[in-house]
């Protein structure tokens, strides 16, 4: 078995692409790192803590060679729910102990990583994927709608929803005028231009040069965030705080493995590469322990951060720890001046990435999907926006799985044939020839392809209403996989079949599915001279012995 190696494809071959490529997308990632340490509740600092060690960890033990990490916006809007929540019940522990759910978080991803279940988390469906990213998106426009009026934001959408009317009465002008202005610059900037400057950083420069022109205190701004390098925060709860850490930590620790892991196939997309998906949950979740343990945000594979470092010659994980490292340098070297930078300026780039992040190409085709996925995703946005994600998630795997056995049944049970050669079923060949000169004394069951649990239940449906019979050649030559709960439906027809005194014949069963079927029981009482290994066999005995 292949194990687990450490570094991520590191290779000082590239090592001048690598560093246009980290330098280009740090300057894309400092805007957004601000603005979604803002819009967490945790403070613009967090943001950058959080992109320098999320983005630099995993891009050292990840899976995904040219992935830049770092805060993302569902990332950051689950951080905030788990702040409030946190907050309200524990008052005194607050921030702190939201970032031991952060360091809780990277200790599972690398449980995930280690146990082998990154290919697990690409499963999730498209329609769940589409539903809770195009909520996630809602939430963060809907969230910004405060600090582009200028009023204090909430971290609650239904809290935003209450106090909107009221803001409405007393706007700031020269907040909104500038967060309009923001959102124009972000959506109108040509993107062939952000290569060499992106949209966020421009809008960012512009509105803090806008600010140092007004009279102190017109806008609201972040406030300086330290130009020194983090302490070391240690984790903090208690016992009665268990249970919601736990589920801040899970619900963080899932997310973010989705969320990377989506990011790595469009990197591979990118790239012609093949990630690997258990090695990258282990360094995202190396960057998350260490990012909790500096109070940082937690984080994930960014996707416009990875695309920009790849156009820009990124080719190994060194682009994205040199990203990490000119985060740093600006933090150290010019973080006294973030203070200038105005709230609504960053709540209008918030609502660029919360446009991005909405799947506008479902969206636009919800009407010709079919009913069951158009259905599925509107209700996992739904519950997305007013419940919250680990129950949307939840709901919409759970819905999609019911959904795709009920059509897999239905597929496999057209595989499950009954004949006993009466009735207005025409002879189709040597077999059904047979079968119609035993006049209805022997039926035969044949079963292909896998068979779920729910061709089980439809089996039993199927051989109701059959009782006229002497002998039921149950023929498994074409079955690929027999689940347990058609291996039980098997053992129950075999015990009904021999309690009314009738004889049960196995055919072409194979070794795995005799295991299978033994390990289970369900072969204990069917006697080895009814085992036969082809039909022909099974025919033949009957002529010869009679089974009267």
């Given at each position: 078995?292949?194990?687990?190696?450490?570094?991520?494809?590191?290779?000082?071959?590239?090592l001048p692409r690598d560093f246009a490529?980290?330098?280009?997308?740090?300057?894309?990632?400092?805007?957004?790192?601000?603005?979604?340490?803002?819009?967490?509740?945790?403070?613009?600092?967090?943001?950058?803590?959080?992109?320098?060690?999320?983005?630099?960890?995993?891009?050292?033990?990840?899976?995904?060679?040219?992935?830049?990490?770092?805060?993302?916006?569902?990332?950051?809007?689950?951080?905030?729910?788990?702040?409030?929540?946190?907050?309200?019940?524990?008052?005194?522990?607050?921030?702190?102990?939201?970032?031991?759910?952060?360091?809780?978080?990277?200790?599972?991803?690398?449980?995930?990583?280690?146990?082998?279940?990154?290919?697990?988390?690409?499963?999730?469906?498209?329609?769940?994927?589409?539903?809770?990213?195009?909520?996630?998106?809602?939430?963060?426009?809907?969230?910004?709608?405060?600090?582009?009026?200028?009023?204090?934001?909430?971290?609650?959408?239904?809290?935003?929803?209450?106090?909107?009317?009221?803001?409405?009465?007393?706007?700031?002008?020269?907040?909104?005028?500038?967060?309009?202005?923001?959102?124009?610059?972000?959506?109108?900037?040509?993107?062939?231009?952000?290569?060499?400057?992106?949209?966020?950083?421009?809008?960012?420069?512009?509105?803090?040069?806008?600010?140092?022109?007004?009279?102190?205190?017109?806008?609201?701004?972040?406030?300086?965030?330290?130009?020194?390098?983090?302490?070391?925060?240690?984790?903090?709860?208690?016992?009665?705080?268990?249970?919601?850490?736990?589920?801040?930590?899970?619900?963080?620790?899932?997310?973010?493995?989705?969320?990377?892991?989506?990011?790595?196939?469009?990197?591979?997309?990118?790239?012609?590469?093949?990630?690997?998906?258990?090695?990258?949950?282990?360094?995202?979740?190396?960057?998350?322990?260490?990012?909790?343990?500096?109070?940082?945000?937690?984080?994930?594979?960014?996707?416009?951060?990875?695309?920009?470092?790849?156009?820009?010659?990124?080719?190994?994980?060194?682009?994205?720890?040199?990203?990490?490292?000119?985060?740093?340098?600006?933090?150290?070297?010019?973080?006294?001046?973030?203070?200038?930078?105005?709230?609504?300026?960053?709540?209008?780039?918030?609502?660029?990435?919360?446009?991005?992040?909405?799947?506008?190409?479902?969206?636009?085709?919800?009407?010709?999907?079919?009913?069951?996925?158009?259905?599925?995703?509107?209700?996992?946005?739904?519950?997305?926006?007013?419940?919250?994600?680990?129950?949307?998630?939840?709901?919409?795997?759970?819905?999609?799985?019911?959904?795709?056995?009920?059509?897999?049944t239905t597929i496999q049970l057209d595989?499950?044939?009954?004949?006993?050669?009466?009735?207005?079923?025409?002879?189709?060949?040597?077999?059904?020839?047979?079968?119609?000169?035993?006049?209805?004394?022997?039926?035969?069951?044949?079963?292909?392809?896998?068979?779920?649990?729910?061709?089980?239940?439809?089996?039993?449906?199927?051989?109701?209403?059959?009782?006229?019979?002497?002998?039921?050649?149950?023929?498994?030559?074409?079955?690929?996989?027999?689940?347990?709960?058609?291996?039980?439906?098997?053992?129950?027809?075999?015990?009904?079949?021999?309690?009314?005194?009738?004889?049960?014949?196995?055919?072409?069963?194979?070794?795995?599915?005799?295991?299978?079927?033994?390990?289970?029981?369900?072969?204990?009482?069917?006697?080895?001279?009814?085992?036969?290994?082809?039909?022909?066999?099974?025919?033949?005995?009957?002529?010869?012995?009679?089974?009267?």
């Amino acid at each position: 078995m292949r194990g687990i190696t450490f570094f991520n494809s590191l290779s000082t071959r590239h090592l001048p692409r690598d560093f246009a490529g980290g330098l280009t997308t740090a300057v894309v990632a400092l805007p957004l790192a601000l603005a979604f340490g803002v819009a967490s509740g945790a403070g613009p600092a967090a943001g950058v803590y959080g992109a320098i060690f999320v983005g630099f960890f995993a891009a050292l033990f990840g899976g995904t060679p040219a992935q830049v990490s770092g805060p993302t916006g569902p990332m950051t809007v689950v951080m905030a729910g788990v702040f409030t929540s946190i907050q309200a019940k524990h008052p005194e522990a607050g921030l702190f102990m939201g970032f031991s759910a952060v360091i809780l978080a990277g200790i599972l991803q690398i449980g995930f990583g280690l146990l082998k279940l990154g290919k697990y988390f690409i499963l999730v469906p498209y329609s769940v994927i589409s539903g809770f990213m195009t909520g996630i998106g809602v939430i963060i426009i809907v969230l910004q709608l405060g600090p582009i009026l200028g009023h204090t934001g909430t971290p609650s959408l239904l809290a935003t929803l209450d106090y909107f009317p009221e803001w409405l009465t007393a706007i700031s002008w020269h907040d909104l005028t500038l967060g309009l202005l923001a959102i124009a610059g972000v959506c109108l900037w040509p993107h062939r231009w952000n290569i060499w400057l992106p949209s966020p950083l421009l809008v960012l420069l512009l509105g803090t040069f806008c600010v140092l022109w007004l009279p102190e205190g017109t806008v609201a701004t972040i406030g300086a965030i330290p130009s020194a390098f983090p302490s070391l925060q240690w984790p903090m709860f208690s016992l009665d705080m268990l249970d919601d850490l736990f589920y801040a930590g899970v619900l963080l620790a899932v997310l973010g493995s989705i969320d990377s892991l989506l990011t790595s196939l469009v990197a591979d997309n990118l790239t012609k590469q093949q990630h690997d998906s258990d090695h990258e949950l282990i360094g995202q979740g190396i960057g998350n322990t260490v990012a909790g343990f500096f109070g940082g945000l937690p984080g994930a594979g960014a996707t416009m951060r990875t695309v920009v470092n790849i156009r820009t010659g990124g080719k190994t994980g060194y682009s994205g720890m040199i990203h990490s490292l000119v985060l740093l340098a600006v933090m150290l070297g010019a973080g006294q001046y973030a203070g200038y930078i105005p709230l609504a300026v960053l709540a209008g780039i918030l609502i660029k990435v919360g446009i991005d992040i909405i799947d506008w190409p479902y969206l636009r085709r919800l009407g010709k999907l079919p009913l069951d996925a158009a259905a599925l995703m509107v209700l996992v946005l739904l519950l997305t926006v007013f419940v919250d994600l680990i129950t949307a998630v939840l709901v919409g795997v759970f819905l999609s799985n019911m959904i795709t056995v009920e059509r897999l049944t239905t597929i496999q049970l057209d595989n499950v044939q009954f004949k006993n050669g009466q009735g207005t079923e025409t002879a189709q060949g040597p077999v059904d020839e047979w079968l119609a000169a035993q006049n209805g004394r022997v039926a035969l069951l044949s079963l292909a392809g896998p068979l779920s649990f729910g061709v089980g239940r439809g089996l039993r449906r199927r051989l109701a209403g059959h009782v006229s019979h002497e002998i039921i050649i149950v023929d498994l030559t074409g079955a690929q996989l027999v689940g347990t709960s058609t291996a039980m439906i098997l053992d129950e027809l075999i015990r009904n079949e021999q309690h009314h005194q009738r004889y049960v014949l196995l055919v072409g069963i194979s070794e795995q599915t005799s295991a299978d079927l033994k390990r289970l029981g369900a072969l204990q009482f069917l006697d080895d001279r009814h085992r036969f290994a082809s039909l022909r066999d099974a025919m033949d005995y009957i002529e010869r012995d009679g089974l009267h």
